[in-house]
């Protein structure tokens, strides 16, 4: 591979990353309500705050665009990086541009320079991206958090629950190890932005942090 194919490699990786820090949510929640969703509810720009604190439909609208954000920067890099016969990891060239190009796009969500490098927290455009892999991964991911909402009451065992079960599930039925290393990745990447910071370290990740289900889903200041 020459110097001017990794430059293209870095610059789909770029491009994911761009794509991913469009804050969608922020800029539905200006149009709509006139609100700055850094202004209000748990002060995060994300789709969860856009919903309770703005609008039910245009909550699940900018929900749908973070999850397009995540989707489109695997699927399409997956088709235009470079082709190759070099397997790394199990994984064909493609295959792992097109990786990267999907965690730099929940990093560009949640570290959008848009925002002063703020962000939301990278759930819907993670989802997106595991989408992207399979359609079968979206019933893996969503079934994983829910088994960890039900059984920690802790959105971020939730979080962890839901990445690794995701990308373990696309490691076997892509047969790229890829996506293990994406986990890794996606932990670094979404765990910062699930701590409540009003809280101490140690309870954040405490089993059953929160009283009831209703606690867990309702937006809060962190």
């Not at 971020?156 to 076997?172: N, P, R």
């Not at 990745?185 to 409540?196: A, E, F, K």
Request: aromatic share 14%; net charge positive; hydrophobic share 50%.
């Amino acid at each position: 591979m020459d110097t001017l194919e990794i430059t293209k490699d870095l610059l789909y990786i770029m491009g994911g990353f761009l794509l991913g820090s469009i804050p969608f949510c922020f800029i539905l929640a200006k149009l709509t309500g006139r609100k700055n969703l850094r202004q209000i509810g748990d002060k995060n720009p994300g789709g969860w705050n856009l919903m309770f604190n703005v609008s039910k439909v245009w909550g699940l609208v900018g929900i749908l665009l973070d999850m397009a954000k995540g989707y489109f920067s695997y699927y399409i890099v997956l088709g235009l990086a470079y082709e190759s016969s070099t397997a790394i990891m199990g994984t064909n060239h493609n295959q792992l541009i097109a990786v990267l190009a999907g965690c730099a796009a929940v990093a560009g969500h949640n570290y959008s320079p848009f925002l002063s490098w703020n962000g939301g927290k990278g759930i819907a455009a993670w989802g997106g991206f595991m989408t992207a892999g399979s359609w079968y991964a979206f019933p893996v991911g969503g079934f994983s958090l829910l088994m960890g909402i039900l059984f920690t009451r802790n959105m971020i065992w939730s979080v962890i629950l839901g990445i690794v079960m995701t990308c373990l599930f696309l490691w076997f039925y892509t047969d790229a190890a890829v996506f293990v290393f994406a986990s890794l990745l996606l932990l670094v990447i979404m765990l910062p932005r699930q701590i409540n910071r009003q809280l101490p370290l140690g309870k954040n990740f405490q089993f059953w942090k929160e009283a009831s289900l209703q606690d867990l889903f309702k937006p809060k200041l962190r």
